[in-house]
């Protein structure tokens, strides 16, 4: 292994620690909490890191795991469909440009925070340099789905707090 790869890796590792634990202190309402407890971790969702070795201390795990949905690009319908790895419920069909317009979603690809990636192939309606388009479809867990004055609603087209 090269010294510019080993670097990299090693920069990337710190990034990652260092976005644990800005993950783990939080603001609010102008004062900083800092969780540290067992009990305060499991409060939220701990996505690749536990505090199962140590007691009231976050680890990496030894092996990644990603989020559990598959997102399939519908490319006739021009939507990305979004599945339950576990169950096969379908979460949520996205389309990929506005009404009307061009589409043809053909590869998604998913990045490290979860959200989804889609290309269209089509070339949109509209002068632009190069064809087709790309679009990002992020992920939000946890949160109250809800109408827009804010009652809880379950066909509701809104999320408000808390989220994971």
């Known amino acids: ?5 080993r670097n990299t890796i090693l920069h990337r590792s710190n990034a990652l620690l260092l976005g644990i634990l800005l993950c783990v202190t939080a603001v609010q309402a ?11 971790f499991d409060e939220g969702l701990l996505i690749n890191v536990n505090h199962d070795v140590v007691s009231d201390q976050l680890q990496l795990n030894h092996e990644s795991a990603l989020l559990p949905y598959v997102n399939v690009a519908a490319s006739d319908r021009g939507t990305v469909i979004r599945i339950d790895a576990n169950t096969g419920d379908i979460l949520g069909e996205y389309r990929t440009t506005p009404q009307g317009m061009t589409h043809n979603p053909s590869r998604t690809t998913v990045d490290r925070a979860g959200n989804v ?48």
Do not use: H
């Open 1 to 5: 292994m090269n010294g510019t790869y």
């Open 117 to 164: 990636w889609a290309a269209n192939r089509d070339q949109p309606v509209f002068p632009m340099n190069g064809d087709g388009s790309v679009l990002k479809i992020g992920v939000v867990l946890g949160g109250t789905r809800c109408e827009k004055n804010g009652l809880p609603s379950p066909t509701g087209n809104y999320l408000k707090p808390p989220f994971l």
């Open 30 to 40: 102008q004062q900083v909490k800092t969780w540290t407890l067992d009990a305060e």
